[in-house]
T-cell receptor, first 113, second 114 residues
Framework: AQSVTQLGSHVSVSEGALVLLRCNYSSSVPPYLFWYVQYPNQGLQLLLKYTTGATLVKGINGFEAEFKKSETSFHLTKPSAHMSDAAEYFCAVSDLLGGKLIFGQGTELSVKP | DAGITQSPRHKVTETGTPVTLRCHQTENHRYMYWYRQDPGHGLRLIHYSYGVKDTDKGEVSDGYSVSRSKTEDFLLTLESATSSQTSVYFC?????????????FGPGTRLTVL
């Protein structure tokens, strides 16, 4: 069965610092991987997704993620954090049979001034 | 933004009462999903629909039923609400339901069962 683990339920960074949110997956076949962001009291919004091809995926708001098959990882990064990046971030893997999403536990990102 | 609305946005109810949550889309997408979000669990799939009158169970379907009589509406019913169903409920839609189709999420319904 597929699964997703996000390391760290809370991450705090200073404004301007590197953001690194960790995601590891378990899948017996090459997966499709997603990062979603949830701002307070809102629904989830797609940041980026990996399907096939280039392993470095660029998303919205300056975020990017790299698919590393050997490490079964899909970590999310942003070079310089902004206050507006404070939100909860979810990594997800797609069920290959039907496209259903399996989510990680979520990581809450705080950005300090 | 995808045209997805959920109603009500907030609801407080008592244990044992029936509750129905509504998801409405204007995108004409075939697939619709209901998730619940709980701290430490991320989002978990309750039920999904792949067409009018076509539905199937997800990971945490016990205590929930769904119906889809029109393409645009997907209803989630708690037949007899329990405190363990206090959660935030999200509806999502996707065009084909096939990987790696993107799912678009509604704004959520916060349900409290006393």
């Amino acid at each position: 069965a597929q699964s997703v683990t996000q390391l760290g339920s809370h991450v705090s960074v200073s404004e301007g610092a590197l953001v690194l949110l960790r995601c590891n997956y378990s899948s017996s076949v090459p997966p499709y991987l997603f990062w979603y962001v949830q701002y307070p009291n809102q629904g989830l919004q797609l940041l980026l997704k990996y399907t096939t091809g280039a392993t470095l995926v660029k998303g919205i708001n300056g975020f990017e993620a790299e698919f590393k098959k050997s490490e079964t990882s899909f970590h999310l990064t942003k070079p310089s954090a902004h206050m507006s990046d404070a939100a909860e971030y979810f990594c997800a893997v797609s069920d290959l049979l039907g496209g259903k999403l399996i989510f990680g536990q979520g990581t809450e990102l705080s950005v300090k001034p | 933004d995808a045209g997805i609305t959920q109603s009500p946005r907030h609801k407080v109810t008592e244990t044992g009462t029936p509750v129905t949550l509504r998801c409405h889309q204007t995108e004409n997408h075939r697939y619709m999903y209901w998730y619940r979000q709980d701290p430490g669990h991320g989002l978990r799939l309750i039920h999904y629909s792949y067409g009018v009158k076509d539905t199937d169970k997800g990971e945490v379907s016990d205590g929930y039923s769904v119906s889809r009589s029109k393409t645009e509406d997907f209803l989630l019913t708690l037949e007899s609400a329990t405190s363990s169903q206090t959660s935030v409920y999200f509806c999502a839609i996707s065009e084909s339901g096939l990987a790696p189709d993107t799912q678009y999420f509604g704004p959520g319904t916060r349900l409290t069962v006393l």
